[in-house]
């Protein structure tokens, strides 16, 4: 099946520094790539969806110059939460997407997840 | 816009019992439908997933789901939970534009 990893999966900062968190498709290739942040016993949020070879995409209301997304390979993409606070302290989960053929002759699509990061900046 | 609901934040329930964690969902255009499962600080893991086709869905560790578009809803069910199935379970839907739009999520809790 699909493997999505994420590194590393634990982190502690200091205020004020950069972390970059890594996520890759193990044995297959993600042109999409989709960034979740997660707070405790609370749901998914997308933060924004990384396209391979151009600009991420950003949902309303995160600042893109505070978590740089770059897509640079088919199996990489990477968030950089730069000059993080402790309300940056949260999990962050990635996910690949991958086109899947169905029976009924269409397609679908489907987001394979990496066992997320957990970020604690102190 | 396309919103998810999991009535039941928390569902306690004795090893061996039949379960069921509720899901409805709202939107103006055609949907596939999901269901994962989230243990203790790791991601998420596909169980089941509506596209199209016969209304109920099997999925992985005896789970099933039933898609019922007159009431919106995509109850996930298993007739004899295991210890090892306590963990978070989020619905989810897409309408085709493969953003993933979740529930709250529903914290299944199994009791010996």
């Known amino acids: 099946g699909a493997v999505v990893s994420q590194h590393p999966s634990r982190v502690i900062c200091k205020s004020g520094t950069s972390v970059k968190i890594e996520c890759r498709s193990l044995d297959f290739q993600a042109t999409t790539m989709f960034w979740y942040r997660q707070f405790p016993k609370q749901s998914l949020m997308l933060m924004a969806t990384?396209?391979?070879?151009?600009?991420?995409?950003?949902e309303q209301g995160v600042e893109k110059d505070k978590f740089l997304i770059n897509h640079a390979s088919l199996t990489l993409s990477t968030l950089t939460v730069t000059s993080a606070h402790p309300e940056d302290s949260s999990f962050y989960i990635c996910?690949?997407?991958?086109?899947?053929?169905?029976?009924?002759?269409?397609?679908?699509?489907?987001?394979?997840f990496g066992p997320g990061t957990r970020l604690t900046v102190t | 816009a396309q919103s998810v609901t999991q009535l039941d934040s928390q569902v306690p329930v004795f090893e061996e019992a039949p379960v069921e964690l509720r899901c409805n969902y709202s939107s103006s255009v055609s949907v596939y439908l999901f269901w994962y499962v989230q243990y203790p600080n790791q991601g998420l893991q596909l169980l089941l997933k509506?596209?199209?086709?016969?209304?109920l869905v099997k999925g992985i560790n005896g789970f099933e789901a039933e898609f019922n578009k007159s009431q919106t809803s995509f109850h996930l069910r298993k007739p004899s939970v295991h210890i090892s199935d306590t963990a978070e379970y989020f619905c989810?839907?897409?309408?085709?534009?493969?953003?993933?739009?979740f529930g709250t999520g529903t914290r299944l809790q199994v009791f010996p």
């Open positions: 990384s396209n391979e070879g151009s600009k991420a995409t950003y």
């Open positions: 509506y596209l199209s086709g016969s209304t």
């Open positions: 989810a839907v897409t309408p085709y534009t493969d953003k993933l739009i």
């Open positions: 996910s690949a997407r991958v086109r899947q053929g169905e029976p009924s002759g269409g397609f679908s699509y489907e987001q394979y």
